[in-house]
Nanobody, 124 residues
């Protein structure tokens, strides 16, 4: 069974940091583009960051540039999202996703596999 399992979410104060992890199992994701999405209540799911299979390419939502960093460890079949200087508007459920396309996926339909999500809540 192919799975992506997120961890590392939680409740923090504004200005704090969190590191999300996403561990894959059931297949190797080393050739996939990997992405982090988030969805706040009443809003559409949006791309936060994406990273190509070889780490050469990354893409970030404008609102997180300079604060969030996506990385991956293909040997561990894991992707990470380091989130610094968190803001209340970062509050959402964060989802990890994998895309079989080699280039960067930038929208929900580009991704084939999804995790269950982890809640991030930032208090002011």
């Amino acid at each position: 069974q192919v799975q992506l399992v997120e961890s590392g979410g939680g409740l923090v104060q504004a200005g704090a940091s969190l590191r999300l992890s996403c561990a894959g199992s059931g297949r190797t994701f080393s050739s996939d583009c990997m992405g982090w999405f988030r969805q706040a209540p009443g809003k559409e799911r949006e791309l936060v960051a994406a990273i190509s299979w070889n780490t050469y390419l990354t893409k970030y939502q404008d609102s997180v540039k300079g604060r969030f960093t996506i990385s991956r460890d293909n040997a561990k079949n894991t992707v990470y999202l380091q989130m610094n200087r968190l803001k209340p508007e970062d509050t959402a459920v964060y989802y990890c996703a994998a895309s079989s396309r080699r280039n960067l996926g930038i929208s929900v339909p580009d991704y084939n596999y999804w995790g269950q999500g982890t809640q991030v809540t930032v208090s002011s």
